[in-house]
């Protein structure tokens, strides 16, 4: 069976959503562990994959594991992290701050079909910012590879920021003086944005509940929803702990999901654009589910505006099936309650004022 090779990481990514789901879960889990150990970034190493298992209740071999109730990382260097994310000072025009499009307050995106950058409209949708500890590529076409060199892009690609101009301003702020006191190089802090993102975890959803034994806590409509996921293989790609995130598939793979407009944008690509290769045109990072009932609109471009569209949408072009409106419902079913709690660091630090 052909599979995709990534020559950045030399691990196969899954190409064909036909995988039995055990083997793609089994693959996703440790294209995870094996990039996060590369990348060499603390933040994506803080919560490591432990093997299947069937304490608390857990369900055995199941594709979705429940999420972790927190991810360990440097407290000192997370909370110079927060201030960081929430700091328009790190845009080059002072104008955006990462907040500005990943709204921690609701689902940890933009809600808007492109996102918004210093130099106007970005091809991409903007994908939310929760769980990404737990990705093992970033960004729609996959470019990078962990959470350090993820936030450094942004700021630099996204916002316009220069480290050295960001440092400099940031020194004329007592704040941070307190912050940093290791001081504020470009690796501190990347580092430090990196170790604030990890902690943006979202646990306790509905079927992390239902997962660890409480039969109550998801309806028969998402129990069913849940078992058409698995066998039409939607966990294929879609598994783990941040079910999704693991991989690069291409999309139309039943049917032809490419051209949809007279003429071709960069985006529409995929991972094309990055390698150069024609087995990676319209290839793309799967996304993770999880509270993906907050965080229309969907697909890379923003173009389908519900979740239900969603569904039926990847149903016909990556399964090769025409869903039914009963099981478009219960699937939708199943998705809405992977959305879980609010992390407790989704929220803008409080300033002390100077002394």
Same mark, same amino acid.
């Given at each position: 069976m052909p599979v995709l090779a990534d020559p950045a990481t030399s691990l196969p990514l899954v190409r064909r959503a036909r995988l039995l789901t055990g083997l793609a879960l089994a693959g996703g889990l440790l294209l995870l562990t094996a990039v996060a150990a590369r990348a060499g970034d603390p933040a994506a190493l803080a919560a490591p %994959? @432990?093997? @299947?298992?069937?304490?608390?209740? $857990?369900? +055995?071999? /199941? @594709?979705? /594991?429940?999420?972790?109730?927190?991810?360990?990382?440097?407290?000192?260097?997370? =909370?110079?992290?927060?201030?960081?994310?929430f700091d328009p000072r790190l845009s080059g025009d002072r104008t955006l701050s990462c907040a500005s499009c990943h709204d921690v307050g609701n689902g940890g995106d933009? *809600?808007?079909?492109?996102? /918004?950058?210093?130099?106007?409209?970005?091809?991409?949708?903007?994908?939310?910012?929760?769980? #990404?500890?737990?990705?093992?590529?970033?960004?729609? #076409?996959?470019?990078?590879?962990?959470?350090?060199?993820? %936030?450094?892009?942004?700021?630099?690609?996204?916002?316009?920021?220069?480290w050295d101009d960001i440092?400099?301003?940031?020194?004329? =702020?007592? %704040?941070?003086?307190?912050?940093?006191?290791?001081?504020?190089? /470009?690796?501190? $802090?990347?580092?430090?944005?990196?170790?604030?993102?990890?902690?943006?975890v979202t646990p306790d959803s509905p079927f992390d509940r239902w997962l660890g034994g409480d039969t109550t806590a998801i309806d028969e409509d998402a129990r069913r929803g849940y078992a058409l996921f698995k066998s039409y293989g939607c966990a294929s790609c879609h598994q783990g702990r941040a079910v999704g995130g693991t991989m690069i598939q291409k999309v139309g793979l039943f049917r032809p999901f490419f051209p949809r407009r007279s003429t071709v944008p960069e985006s529409d690509l995929g991972r094309f654009a990055v390698t150069g290769r024609?087995?990676?045109?319209?290839?793309?990072?799967?996304?993770?589910?999880?509270?993906?009932?907050? #965080?229309?609109?969907?697909?890379?471009?923003?173009?389908?505006? #519900?979740?239900?569209?969603? %569904?039926?949408?990847? *149903?016909?072009?990556?399964?090769?099936? +025409?869903?039914t409106d009963g099981d478009v419902a219960d699937i939708t079913a199943f998705l809405r309650t992977l959305t879980g709690r609010p992390p407790g660091t989704a929220r803008p630090p409080v300033r002390e004022p100077a002394s």
């Open positions: %994959v @432990p093997p @299947p298992s069937d304490a608390a209740g $857990l369900p +055995s071999g /199941e @594709p979705v /594991e429940p999420l972790p109730v927190t991810v360990a990382v440097d407290p000192r260097l997370a =909370d110079l992290g927060r201030h960081l994310f933009d *809600g808007r079909a492109l996102a /918004e950058g210093s130099a106007g409209t970005r091809p991409f949708n903007t994908p939310s910012i929760f769980n #990404t500890a737990l990705h093992a590529r970033y960004g729609w #076409t996959g470019h990078t590879k962990s959470l350090t060199e993820q %936030v450094g892009h942004a700021v630099e690609e996204e916002m316009a920021g220069r440092a400099a301003r940031l020194r004329q =702020d007592p %704040v941070y003086g307190r912050l940093a006191s290791q001081g504020l190089a /470009e690796d501190r $802090l990347k580092a430090a944005l990196a170790a604030y993102v990890a902690t943006l024609e087995e990676d045109r319209h290839a793309f990072k799967v996304p993770s589910l999880r509270n993906v009932a907050q #965080t229309a609109p969907y697909l890379h471009d923003g173009s389908i505006q #519900t979740l239900e569209g969603a %569904v039926r949408v990847m *149903g016909y072009y990556q399964l090769g099936r +025409s869903l």
